[in-house]
């Protein structure tokens, strides 16, 4: 489920875009820091509890009819 570089990839991608709005005009400095800081505490509270409620999810969708084969990312 967690794919670090991805993962690193998608951190550098929202630095730039943090950088640019800041540089831009768009956002103050502070702005930019508080939405990683947000994104950080929301991931870090939300991570566990979607792990536990995977697998529970995916034994719902396979007794619907929905399987490892029609949808490759449910594996």
Do not use: Q
Not at 18 to 37: E, F, K, P, Q, W
């Amino acid at each position: 489920m967690f794919d670090a570089p991805m993962a690193i990839v998608l951190w550098i991608l929202a630095i730039f875009v943090g950088g640019a709005r800041v540089l831009a005009h768009i956002h103050h400095t502070i702005d930019i820091l508080g939405s990683y800081t947000i994104a950080i505490m929301s991931a870090t509270i939300l991570y566990p509890l979607i792990s536990k409620l995977r697998a529970p999810f995916l034994r719902v969708l396979k007794s619907l009819g929905f399987g490892e084969k029609e949808n490759p990312i449910l594996k």
